[in-house]
């Protein structure tokens, strides 16, 4: 078989991509219903994309919708064919980009537990104090912060704590919003 014809995981192999992968924020209001997730999961599995982020809830109860935010890391190319492939399903009402309109906020929030007695114990609160965690669990021989922000500040966070006896991270996924008065 030819080359240029092998098969890579995606179903988009026979032409390569050879632009630079992106981080791309898309936030999308679907109907709440029942397998909606499974299907955009699905949309992305089949096609050998990978989700990087994701969080789901619903934002109006009256009207039965749902908003999903997805962190993805594509091409351009993939990135237009993510987004024409999300504008087709049925229960999906409107898929934003808001990495590409350039106004959008981006938070994350972590709970980060961290084990350590003694000088290790002051240092961990120290820069808990200076990230602007809160300590929403405490014990003698540890502590459970919450941190809220960008995903590259809660990296740091966890990096600074791995040495000081950092225990367990769990994390909601990026939730944005654009900017303005104006809704999606």
């Not at 089949?46 to 969080?55: A, C, E, F, M, P």
């Not at 237009?80 to 009402?93: A, E, G, N, W």
Request: proline share 4%; hydrophobic share 40%; aromatic share 4%.
């Amino acid at each position: 078989m030819n080359a240029k014809f092998q098969p890579t995981g995606s179903a988009y192999f026979i032409v390569p991509d050879t632009q630079n992968p992106e981080q791309h924020i898309l936030s999308v209001i679907v109907d709440n219903e029942p397998g909606i997730l499974a299907r955009i999961a699905g949309l992305f599995s089949g096609r050998g994309y990978n989700i990087d982020s994701l969080t789901v809830s619903e934002t109006e109860h009256e009207k039965h919708l749902s908003r999903i935010t997805i962190a993805v890391t594509a091409t351009p190319k993939m990135h237009m064919q993510i987004r024409m492939q999300l504008d087709r399903l049925v229960p999906v009402h409107r898929v934003l980009d808001l990495t590409a309109e350039g106004n959008g906020l981006e938070r994350e929030l972590a709970l980060v537990k961290v084990a350590g007695k003694g000088e290790n114990r002051v240092e961990t609160l120290r820069l808990a104090e200076a990230f602007r965690a809160q300590v929403v669990d405490a014990t003698t021989d540890s502590f459970v912060f919450e941190i809220t922000g960008k995903s590259s500040k809660i990296e740091q966070f966890i990096t600074l704590m791995q040495p000081l006896g950092l225990v367990e991270v769990v994390r909601t996924g990026r939730t944005a919003i654009s900017r303005g008065p104006e809704g999606m």
